[in-house]
């Protein structure tokens, strides 16, 4: 699995247990892991091929350490991502401010990476609607505001775990060609100069 | 005299140090490697006469294939115009290195008397700390074999000898860019790369796989080549980031496993094992050249500490638990030149790699790690910024948390350390009562015995010689006879009972 080729950089965000690794460890092993105190499960790092169309992409998901005492360093993480899911906990307002933050953050750092916002537990609501603190249709509104995709998720049942990364894949592939087709155009240009710049320098 | 002051001021020499390591019997001279003119004149030329031979070979084969991909290349020229010009500059090159080398050579030819060859592998590790000619020149043994590896592995391809052209030229290219910023550098690395994937890309039809395998191997020929060139270089205050990481790690030793929440526990020996060798690989980073093996040593460490974290919990681990534990490593391996392997990692490593790939998951974390330790301060530990501050000064020591429900851990030690000073002293104590008691005894034996023998004398004068033995008159000692005296006084002794006799019982 080390040796395997990723296509693309998909980042969790999430405050400490929201429930990342569970969500990760859902959509790739298929299964949930029952315990006590549900932050620990799963690796850390994954690459899971993704069939879209007629082609296979590898994401490789990055779990992040959701605590407040690696804030400042979360930048690091999500540098190059070509996606993040942003995860809050549906019955958890405080983890959806923190959610609030990443997004900030991310709109800030990182123009080239697309915004997923997920909801997870679903299934804890489904079970009683009074422990819902995150109405629908207010994440619906801030994600329609920041240009994101949103989702509700249960890592016990599985819903919408599938659909949520199989939207990433399809979207880095369809974004995939349009930087392809921009970027290296530009670049090819410079590095020919500054490469014979230098070769001719040296004589 | 003259001696003893020569070796008082330290330089005298013996006899035989100064003569020719060959046993000539001519002196020899330290700028010759100790060797006497003669011998050093043969020894050099017999590793020049090598080193000339291996660059001829290979300038002949480069012309060589040169020609051989000159036509294809005009075939070809239109569909790849990025290289054409530049390939001609390389042709001009090599065909301006081959003449030199061919003039070079024939210097050398008729004056060497071409000693028989018998040991050459020995004079190939003589010869890299050999005084003349430019680095480039003289590649230490290692990137020989880097480079030999290298043509092994295109040789099968197709394209093969001019990926190596290029990446030669590219590399030796680089030598003259010494003065370069290291940023600037890495630009011209990484644009490097970027050209040859893609030119890769188009090569072999898409197929992503065989550009990483080959690119893989240009990033190992090229780092190895220019690692000293290129890591930690003069040009950038690496150095003094290296040194500022060392000395706050330094002072963290008294972080500990609770401050940082780090779900590892080291008394299980399974888990202590794999902590200890993730500290070994992180430090082992240092000691590879190439990126991708310096990679391959974090994620080696990596995977260690996941074991460790998942024989404490009896679960896998997640980001949230790898984090801690990795800063944990980080504290208590110290590894040397941390900054510069980063920047270097960074600066050269293949960005596809670094970027997206499991490798570059863990080297992410690790710079995460990094950038929390130097911004580390009470609050990411759970303290109060006094504690923060007592532990840092080295007033105060948390290393025994849980001592004698006092306030603060520091005195939790103190009280420790007190403790055994008490048992130390009652110790003291005991022990001199001890010798008090030794001395008593041994006075009150004396006194004893000296009682003993002022009663004996003084019962002896009360008693004195009322048996009047005419075998006492002798002079033969008057203490036997005196016994017998004793005895022949006793005259009911026959009517005494044996004496008792010991006896055997069975059972």
Redesign the interface.
């Known amino acids: 699995?080390?040796a395997?080729?990723?296509?693309?950089?998909v980042v969790m965000l999430g405050k400490?247990?929201v429930g990342?690794?569970s969500l990760v460890e859902r959509y790739v092993h298929h299964r949930f892991?029952v315990?006590p105190y549900q932050?620990?499960?799963?690796?850390?790092?994954v690459?899971k091929p993704i069939q879209v169309g007629d082609k296979v992409i590898t994401l490789?998901i990055?779990?992040?350490?959701?605590?407040e005492?690696?804030e400042?360093?979360s930048r690091?993480?999500y540098?190059?991502a070509r996606a993040a899911v942003v995860c809050y906990d549906l019955t958890d307002s405080s983890s959806f401010q923190r959610a609030r933050f990443w997004v900030k953050e991310l709109q800030n750092c990182e123009e080239h990476c697309k915004i997923y916002l997920c909801g997870t537990k679903n299934d804890l609501i489904e079970g009683d609607r009074s422990l819902r603190q995150i109405d629908y249709h207010d994440a619906q509104d801030f994600a329609e505001e920041i240009g994101a995709q949103h989702f509700e998720t249960s890592s016990k049942t599985g819903s919408n775990v599938d659909d949520l990364f199989q939207k990433v894949a399809e979207d880095y592939n369809n974004t995939a060609f349009q930087y392809m087709t921009e970027e290296?155009g530009v670049?090819?240009g410079q590095?020919?100069d500054?490469?014979?710049y230098?070769?001719?320098?040296?004589n | 005299m003259m001696s003893q002051r020569s070796e008082r001021r330290g330089i005298h020499l013996d006899q035989s140090e100064l003569l020719c390591k060959k046993g000539c019997g001519y002196y020899g001279n330290t700028a010759w490697q100790g060797l006497c003119s003669k011998c050093w004149r043969e020894e050099n030329q017999r590793e020049r006469q090598k080193q000339i031979q291996e660059d001829w070979a290979l300038a002949e084969r480069l012309q060589r294939e040169e020609e051989e991909a000159y036509a294809s290349r005009h075939q070809r020229a239109q569909s790849q115009p990025t290289i054409t010009p530049f390939s001609k500059f390389e042709e001009r090159k090599t065909k301006e290195k081959s003449s030199k080398v061919n003039t070079v050579t024939k210097f050398f030819t008729p004056s060497a008397k071409t000693p028989p060859k018998k040991d050459t592998t020995s004079f190939d590790t003589q010869s890299s700390p050999s005084p003349s000619s430019s680095s480039s020149r003289h590649p230490p043994a290692d990137t020989d074999h880097a480079t030999r590896e290298f043509i092994d592995f295109l040789k099968p391809l197709k394209s093969g000898r001019e990926i190596f052209k290029q990446c030669r030229a590219f590399t030796e290219s680089m030598v003259y860019k010494r003065d370069m910023g290291a940023d600037e550098l890495s630009e011209c690395v990484q644009d490097f790369y970027q050209n040859l994937s893609d030119r890769l890309q188009t090569q072999f039809k898409g197929s992503t796989e065989h550009v990483e395998s080959v690119m893989d191997e240009v990033e190992k020929y090229m780092m190895t080549r220019l690692y000293k060139e290129v890591f930690c270089p003069e040009t950038t205050d690496d150095e003094k980031k290296d040194l500022a990481i060392q000395k706050r790690i330094r002072a963290l030793h008294w972080v500990t496993i609770e401050m940082l929440c780090v779900p590892v526990d080291e008394e299980i020996p399974e888990v202590s094992d794999s902590v200890v060798k993730a500290i070994t690989d992180v430090i082992e980073m240092d000691s590879k050249r190439v990126p991708k093996d310096k990679l391959a040593c974090i994620t080696r460490c990596s995977k260690h500490i996941f074991n460790a974290i998942k024989i404490s919990k009896k679960e896998a681990a997640s980001a949230d638990d790898f984090l801690p534990t990795l800063i944990y490593i980080v504290l208590k391996a110290n590894p040397p030149r941390l900054q510069s392997n980063i920047q270097y990692i960074t600066r050269f490593c293949n960005p596809s790699r670094l970027m997206t790939g499991e490798d570059g998951y863990y080297f992410t974390n690790l710079c995460c790690a990094v950038a929390f330790i130097e911004k580390l301060d009470g609050q990411s530990l759970n303290l109060s910024p006094e504690e923060f501050e007592l532990y840092m000064s080295g007033q105060a020591s948390p290393h025994w948390p849980q001592g004698a429900g006092a306030s603060s851990p520091g005195s939790a030690a103190l009280s420790q350390v007190h403790k055994r000073l008490d048992l130390l002293t009652g110790l003291g104590e005991r022990q001199d009562r001890v010798i008090e008691k030794a001395r008593q005894l041994e006075s009150d034996l004396i006194d004893w015995t000296d009682e003993v023998e002022q009663k004996v004398q003084s019962v002896l004068e009360s008693f004195p010689q009322e048996t009047h033995n005419p075998t006492a008159t002798t002079a033969s000692g008057t203490t036997s006879a005196a016994a017998s005296a004793i005895d022949s006084d006793n005259v009911e002794n026959e009517r005494l009972p044996p004496p008792l006799q010991p006896q055997v019982f069975a059972g």
């Open positions: 699995m080390s395997m080729r990723v296509d693309a950089k400490e247990s990342k690794t892991l315990g932050n620990t499960i799963g690796a850390a790092f690459a490789g990055w779990d992040t350490a959701g605590s005492r690696y400042a360093m690091i993480y540098r190059g290296p670049d090819l590095k020919k500054s490469y014979f230098s070769c001719c320098h040296n």
